[in-house]
């Protein structure tokens, strides 16, 4: 980065990275799980990780959504010398730093499966969800206001991966087509990047 530029990562593909891993992390936990009879019961523990499920999806989806709200509000402008990071750089980046909370919350997934069969797995597959939606109301928020909101990848590290955490101090904001991810963080359909 030169002249004073900083590496900006998309809040919404942030976000997002960590759905898919977890969602199907825990579809596999779940499935094995089914397969252990367990304290509770199959019916049970599906019944309680169907619960947990819905709960999981609902409390990650709606989660600091103010923060989201504050920093968009007072986000700046991008610099012409900001660098912009691809969709693939910025998942990959929070897949690696979260590389060993995933192995562990999948172990923890199919441990529960002793005492609740599919519990666990469905939780996990829970918090993926409840990524995808939050990545999705980001995605509606930036077409609201006609722009891409950006993090500086730098206060991504300091804060775990987390785009929302304390160590953030704001956002950036580019036009509606910049970058390589349409809003929500999903990948764009148009050839065309800006």
């Given at each position: 980065m030169t002249h004073g530029g900083q590496g900006l990562a998309r809040v919404a593909v942030?976000?997002?990275a960590g759905a898919a891993p977890l969602w199907w992390l825990g579809v596999v936990a779940a499935g094995a799980g089914v397969l252990v009879p367990g304290l509770t019961g199959r019916r049970i523990g599906v019944l309680a990780g169907a619960a947990l499920f819905l709960v999981a999806a609902a409390v990650v989806a709606c989660g600091r959504r103010g923060?989201?709200?504050a920093l968009a509000?007072?986000?700046a402008r991008a610099g012409r010398h900001d660098v912009l990071q691809d969709r693939a750089v910025?998942?990959?980046n929070w897949r690696r730093g979260h590389r060993w909370w995933l192995l562990l919350a999948f172990l923890?997934?199919?441990g529960t499966a002793f005492a609740a069969p599919a519990a666990g797995g469905l939780l996990l597959a829970g918090?993926?969800?409840g990524?995808?939606?939050k990545?999705?109301?980001i995605g509606r928020l930036e077409q609201a206001d006609e722009v891409l909101l950006w993090v500086r990848v730098d206060w991504l590290r300091a804060g775990a991966g987390r785009p929302a955490g304390k160590a953030v101090k704001g956002y950036r904001t580019t036009g509606i087509a910049a970058g390589d991810a349409a809003p929500g963080g999903s990948r764009r359909r148009s050839a065309a990047l800006v």
């Open positions: 942030v976000v997002r923060r989201y709200r509000r007072s986000a910025s998942a990959r923890a997934a199919l918090c993926g969800a990524l995808w939606l990545a999705a109301w």
